[in-house]
């Protein structure tokens, strides 16, 4: 399966639970399985109602690899930390591998910081400029300019380009 089309059902997949006001908090292409084509979303363990997202947790829940950083700092959880999670699975649908990656969450958390993912792109993997720029919006640092989920539901996939 194409990571466009993958990327496009898991959109789906995120857009009923974005309209069912969850947040998963654990996105990762590990809970994404494939059955006769179709994606499926797994591991709801970590998933909380978006009332809960005003608190603070004592602790992290999900995978470090796929936590924005204020989530990896703060603890703190949004519609946009999937947002963040979906970009990391796009990021490694195409490169197989993750964007970055400590085996501490402090030295995570400054890695993802200090290095944009524009820096982590690599010129010998052909993507479009359509895919790099999903990958990019969703792995902004700064919440604030990171993607809103209405932007990656809504986003505009050329049905006419294979992206990798």
């Not at 059902?9 to 179709?38: S, T, W």
């Not at 603070?56 to 796929?66: E, I, K, L, M």
């Not at 700092?73 to 400590?102: C, H, R």
Request: with cysteine; charged share 20%; proline share 5%.
């Amino acid at each position: 399966m194409e990571a466009q089309s993958i990327l496009k059902q898991l959109m789906v997949a995120y857009r009923e639970l974005y309209e069912l006001a969850i947040v998963h908090r654990d996105l990762k292409l590990a809970n994404v399985f494939v059955r006769k084509g179709v994606i499926i979303l797994a591991d709801f363990g970590f998933a909380i109602s978006s009332e809960m997202c005003n608190q603070n947790f004592d602790y992290n829940v999900g995978s470090p690899y796929y936590m924005p950083p204020e989530t990896l700092k703060f603890n703190t959880y949004s519609f946009k930390s999937d947002v963040w999670s979906m970009g990391v699975i796009a990021y490694e649908m195409v490169y197989g591998k993750l964007p970055w990656k400590e085996k501490v969450e402090s030295l995570l958390f400054l890695k993802i910081t200090s290095t944009p993912i524009e820096e982590l792109f690599d010129p010998e993997v052909p993507l479009t400029d359509q895919y790099k720029n999903f990958i990019v919006a969703c792995l902004q640092i700064s919440y604030e300019k990171r993607a809103t989920p209405e932007y990656i539901i809504n986003y505009e996939w050329s049905l006419a380009q294979d992206y990798v």
